[in-house]
């Protein structure tokens, strides 16, 4: 396993564990740090199915799909299904890097897919403006927006 995977892991899931949000919403930087939340119609595999369609279909390139409940399971702890999808356009990404070198760590695009307590899946994906902020980018806007209507986009098919 590469050796990113174990502290992406952790991090992603101590992350899903404390995102309770079940519609969507934009927590404010300093508060949930610009994660964006949404109820899945759909359970955790059907939700990434139709993500990675829509990603594929719009020539976004699929970069990997990180089953952490799996691999959390292997290691031994009880993990809820929880998916991490990363894909993105490296033609619009690598603009953002180009700003900030900085923000590669929020590129290429992840989505998180994961299963609540109650069995409710919930998807949740870093706002963009956040990003911007957080990397100092300030002149990309036209590029902001076209990242943010992008995963609007893909994730609106799965929106409950």
């Known amino acids: 396993m590469p050796r990113f995977i174990g502290p ?3 991090f992603t899931v101590l992350t899903s564990a404390a995102l309770g949000v079940t519609s969507a919403s934009v927590a404010q930087a300093g508060k949930r740090d610009g ?16 993500i990675k369609a829509d990603v594929v279909e719009k020539g976004i390139t699929l970069f990997d799909d990180i089953d952490q409940a799996e691999l959390g399971n292997a ?12 894909f993105g356009n490296p ?19 992840r989505v998180l ?29 036209k590029e902001l927006k ?12 799965v929106r409950k």
């Open 113 to 141: 897919v994961y299963q609540m307590k109650d069995g409710s899946v919930n998807v949740a994906y870093n706002d963009f403006g956040w990003i911007a902020r957080r990397h100092g980018i300030g002149n990309r806007k």
């Open 35 to 50: 994660v964006v939340t949404l109820e899945s119609r759909y359970s955790v595999s059907e939700t990434v199915k139709r």
């Open 75 to 86: 290691a031994g702890n009880k993990v809820r299904p929880s998916r991490l999808i990363l």
């Open 146 to 157: 076209m990242a943010t209507e992008v995963i609007e986009s893909v994730t609106s098919s």
């Open 8 to 10: 992406l892991f952790a």
């Open 91 to 109: 033609a619009l990404g690598t603009t953002f890097i180009t700003a900030s070198p900085t923000s590669g760590l929020d590129w290429p695009v």
